[in-house]
């Protein structure tokens, strides 16, 4: 027993610990902002919550936009919005009233009659508020999205031009402005998108701004004497990983400060995407799509200040505590269904359970409305969180009771041939559903991984229960491996030998699913049966 309450002593202090560093306040530069400066400008889009541009005659109302342009008035000079329609509009007779500028974008699609519309919906604004609207946007990444040719965009530019009182550009990713020097051409200044997370190869956070900076004094130079403003620049604060590019809260705070500084420094323009999350986005870019904003979508707060301190755990300590308790249910459970004398390495086993469990079960339930998009990944997430709860609970008894992992066909097999021990029956449920969620995930991560998360907290409690109770657990004398399980194994490690590489090693989030998925699989192909 002294063995029993010296593990539950080491795992309660580890989670506590290891909490206690995630969540702590990492520094950040100096605030890239005096007292009484302002944003250049802000990426402005009114749509909160389940409201979405996709949506079939959506039309925001004023009060909405009103709301957020008060809010937004305090921290920048100008919005930058996209289109004409669905109540955006409005943005321009509000801003306005606040003293605020606005770059009025024309959505360019590949529908003439409609890109028309765009066209004299923004000239119109710009004629009734020629101190308001700073400047038209003839279309947003179109080149990018291949909804218009080079030159047919750059006649458009023209035509607007030639109608407007007010500057008229375009704005893309920067290469897309390289491949289109007819539309360089016809714009009075160039208005290019920076975003080190998206570029081909993905920049680390701490590399960031100086790309950012390098990017622009190229463009600069190649376009002088027009001015090359940056149209978007901006870092994620969730979602998956590219390479060695993290999204966080912290390197959010981290990339736009730095750029701002080089910017104060070097004395250009830099518009910031986005004033607030977007999780209509999330529907077509994943996770990461909907967190971009400097300010939460339903708390409309901002999610750091300038040169303070940013942690990517704010709830840590709650995060801790749900932990700490459920290793306390773990090592319950064990206490309960124990009989006589236990091993060292039984009391061992149960410890790293519990670890696996405590320590991202909070993580877990953190990222369960994060991570699920639309009602399949509801489905997922629920699935394989319900695998995290379960798996320590189980195999710690399972462990306790010297029962190893049954064969499938044991659970969902021939009558006959099925196992009438509950806990064996548990296990076996939870092994399947484990198993299905496992599988979805990695064959997710190798034929679409673009917009996929890393589920690696889930899957670590998951699956390392399963890899412990084989490893402890004596099997079957004589049994024989088992087809469905040794194939899940196989098409588990064949997953993670494929992404490991294609996501790269700078990928820590994927590198961590992988672990998890690898151990999954061993403990697949160790299942016996002796009645085979």
């Keep these: 027993m002294r063995l029993a309450f010296a593990c539950l002593a080491v795992t309660v202090a ?11 306040p990492i520094p950040m530069p100096s605030a ?16 909160r919550g389940s409201q979405s541009p996709h949506q079939e005659g959506i039309q925001i109302g004023a009060p909405q936009i009103e709301q957020d342009i008060v809010q937004l008035a305090k921290i920048s000079n100008c919005v930058r919005v996209y289109a004409t329609d669905q109540g955006i509009e409005n943005v321009v007779p509000i801003a306005a009233r606040h003293g605020m500028k606005v770059l009025q974008g024309i959505w360019v699609s590949n529908n003439p009659i409609k890109t028309q519309l765009q066209v004299e919906a923004a000239l119109s604004l710009a004629e009734r508020y020629p101190d308001t609207v700073m400047a038209l946007v003839v279309g947003n990444e179109a080149l990018l999205r291949g909804d218009i040719s080079a030159p047919d965009l750059a006649a458009l530019i023209r035509s607007v031009k030639a109608r407007a009182k007010v500057p008229v550009t375009y704005a893309d990713v920067w290469e897309f402005w390289l491949r289109a020097p007819e539309v360089a051409a016809a714009v ?34 190649l376009y002088a004497p027009k001015s090359v403003y940056i149209g978007e620049m901006g870092w994620p604060s969730q979602g998956r990983m590219r390479e060695g590019a993290l999204p966080s809260p912290a390197n959010q ?38 967190h971009w904003g400097l300010f939460g979508d339903a708390d409309r707060a901002m999610k750091f200040g300038w040169g303070q301190p940013v942690s990517n755990h704010p709830f840590w300590k709650a995060q801790a505590a749900v932990g700490i308790l459920y290793a306390l249910a773990v090592f319950g459970v064990a206490l309960w269904m124990r009989r006589g004398e236990t091993p060292a390495r039984v009391w061992l086993a149960v410890t790293a359970n519990a670890l696996a469990g405590g320590l991202t079960i909070g993580w ?28 320590p609970l189980v195999l710690s008894v399972a462990i306790m009771r010297g029962i190893p992992q049954p064969a499938f066909a044991r659970i969902i097999g021939p009558e006959v041939g099925r196992t009438g021990d509950k806990v064996a ?9 484990t198993l299905l969620v496992a599988v979805i995930t ?15 907290a889930p899957l670590t409690a998951a699956a390392v229960p399963f890899f412990v109770a084989s ?10 491996r088992q087809m469905a399980e040794t194939g899940g194994g196989v098409m588990l490690l064949a997953s993670a030998i494929y992404i490991v590489p294609n996501e790269s090693l700078h990928n820590w989030q994927s590198l961590w699913l992988c672990a998890a998925l690898v151990l999954f699989a061993i403990s697949l192909v160790r299942v016996r049966d002796a009645q085979s």
Excluded at 15 to 23: P, S
Aim: hydrophobic share 55%; net charge negative.
């Design 14 to 24: 580890a989670i506590a610990a290891v909490w206690t560093w995630l969540g702590q």
């Design 32 to 47: 890239p902002l005096k007292a009484d400066d302002k944003l250049w400008c802000l990426s402005y889009a009114p749509f």
């Design 188 to 221: 009075d200044f160039v208005m290019i998108h920076i975003l080190p997370y998206w570029e081909d190869f993905p920049i680390a956070a701490d590399k960031a701004a100086a790309h950012v900076n390098d990017i622009h004094k190229k463009m600069a130079g």
């Design 253 to 290: 705070a981290r990339v736009i400060q730095e750029v701002l500084a080089y910017a104060a420094r070097e004395d250009y323009r830099v518009n910031v995407i986005e004033a607030y999350d977007a999780p209509w986005k999330r529907a077509q870019e994943g996770v990461v799509g909907g």
């Design 364 to 391: 877990t339930l953190h990222n369960v409305p994060i991570e699920s998009i639309g009602i399949g990944g509801w489905i997922r997430c629920i699935a394989l969180a319900a695998a995290a709860i379960a798996s």
């Design 425 to 433: 029956i548990v296990v076996g449920l939870v092994a399947m559903l």
């Design 442 to 456: 990695a064959l997710g991560l190798v034929f679409d991984p673009r917009y996929r998360d890393f589920p690696f």
């Design 471 to 480: 490893l402890v657990t004596q099997r079957p004398a004589g049994g024989a």
